[in-house]
């Protein structure tokens, strides 16, 4: 049986990105085996996806992919610990709202972000803002823009490190 054209576009992306996808499953996963089927697992869910409209970013694709089948295996390991364990239902759950401290902390951290968000250059915020608020691509944010990907790439960099520096100062 002959390989598709997009067999083979699926096998040479994994391929090139397969040992920073292994790294990137290991920290997510914190074990070498499970990181290992959980990477088999996303090229197969690839090799099994019914091709619509082309990826735009296929690498960003492979590792959300794989993100996606880690968090399904961690899933399903959750339930069946669960079910194996054998230990009584909880008759109360636990309240998933945060205490208040906890939310009086979030929002002053939201605060400092909007505020860093805020002093970026206005070029540096839009790129900023379309990725991140709006969720586009960085192809799409460039044609948008009429910039290079790279460029979009480049903001998005400089804005999260100025973000990271905010947060650091204000000690959160």
Request: overall charge positive; glycine content about 4%; proline content about 4%.
């Amino acid at each position: 049986m002959g390989s598709s054209a997009q067999e083979l576009a699926v096998e040479a992306l994994y391929r090139q990105h397969q040992t920073a996808l292994r790294r990137f499953l290991v920290r997510m996963l914190r074990c070498e085996e499970t990181a290992a089927e959980v990477s088999q697992e996303a090229w197969l869910r690839l090799l099994r996806r019914t091709p619509g409209r082309p990826v735009e970013e296929p690498r960003a694709y492979l590792f959300q992919v794989a993100a996606n089948a880690a968090r399904d295996r961690m899933a399903r390991e959750r339930t069946h610990a669960g079910v194996v364990d054998g230990s009584p239902v909880p008759e109360a759950v636990a309240c998933s709202e945060p205490d208040a401290e906890t939310a009086a902390l979030a929002r002053e951290r939201l605060l400092l972000l909007a505020e860093a968000v805020d002093a970026l250059s206005p070029r540096c915020r839009e790129v900023f803002l379309m990725s991140r608020l709006d969720g586009l691509a960085n192809g799409e944010i460039a044609a948008r823009l009429g910039i290079s990907r790279n460029m979009v790439e480049k903001h998005i960099i400089r804005a999260l490190v100025h973000c990271r520096r905010c947060l650091d100062a204000a000690g959160k």
